[in-house]
């Protein structure tokens, strides 16, 4: 199954989505689990190298091509970490996704790259929305629970802010975050073909 995580705008949390779902995979007992950074930047990659996670795989695929092969040669689970704004990459990665993870903040400008993201994606294949660094209980993230519910589109979960704050390469896995991450993951999960 490859679940992929994107979204056209950058800093929005898809590093720290891709690992925390690779790991919270690994968790459930997934085997094998393949992260592939797709993107030229490598923060998953170099997330991983800093701070490997046991039974989670790395592959650097920072191409359209590279991307396709990695994806077609993986049996068990993938998740991709695919670049911000390099739409060929992403649409390679989209075309062959099973699942879409969507993250995104609270926020204005957020809804319309969520929605350039959306325009990217065939109808019938399965997403949704992860709000990440959201600060609970304010208004701008109630507001973006109204706005996804509004315009159909699934919310598959609400991150916390302290869970984005403490994500990095140097930084460990919190049970928080895996937790977090877990719930999204089921749902993923849920939209398994076959």
Same mark, same amino acid.
């Given at each position: 199954? =490859?679940?992929?995580?994107? =979204?056209?705008?950058?800093?929005?949390?898809?590093?720290?989505?891709?690992?925390?779902?690779?790991?919270?995979?690994?968790?459930?007992?997934?085997?094998?689990?393949?992260l592939i950074d797709a993107d030229r930047q490598a923060s998953s990659a170099e997330w991983l190298e800093e701070s490997p996670v046991e039974g989670v795989d790395l592959v650097e695929a920072p191409s359209e091509r590279t991307v396709a092969r990695a994806m077609a040669n993986h049996d068990g689970l993938v998740v991709v970490d695919t670049p911000p704004g390099d739409e060929r990459i992403v649409r390679a990665t989209l075309d062959r996704a099973d699942a879409i993870v969507i993250p995104t903040r609270a926020g204005g400008v957020e809804y319309s790259r969520v929605v350039a993201t959306l325009d990217l994606i065939d109808k019938g294949t399965p997403l949704g929305v992860v709000i990440c660094a959201a600060r609970l209980g304010t208004n701008d993230l109630e507001e973006a629970?109204?706005?996804?519910?509004?315009?159909?589109?699934?919310?598959?979960?609400?991150?916390?802010?302290?869970?984005?704050?403490?994500?990095?390469?140097?930084? /460990?896995?919190?049970?928080?975050?895996?937790?977090?991450?877990?719930?999204?993951? /089921?749902?993923?999960?849920?939209?398994?073909?076959?």
């Open positions: 199954m =490859n679940i992929v995580v994107s =979204n056209v705008k950058g800093g929005v949390g898809k590093t720290t989505t891709t690992v925390y779902l690779a790991a919270a995979a690994v968790a459930r007992g997934w085997e094998p689990v393949t629970i109204q706005w996804w519910t509004d315009s159909k589109v699934p919310i598959w979960g609400i991150i916390p802010e302290r869970v984005g704050i403490a994500a990095g390469p140097e930084a /460990r896995l919190y049970r928080e975050g895996l937790d977090a991450y877990d719930g999204v993951l /089921r749902k993923a999960l849920r939209k398994r073909p076959g």
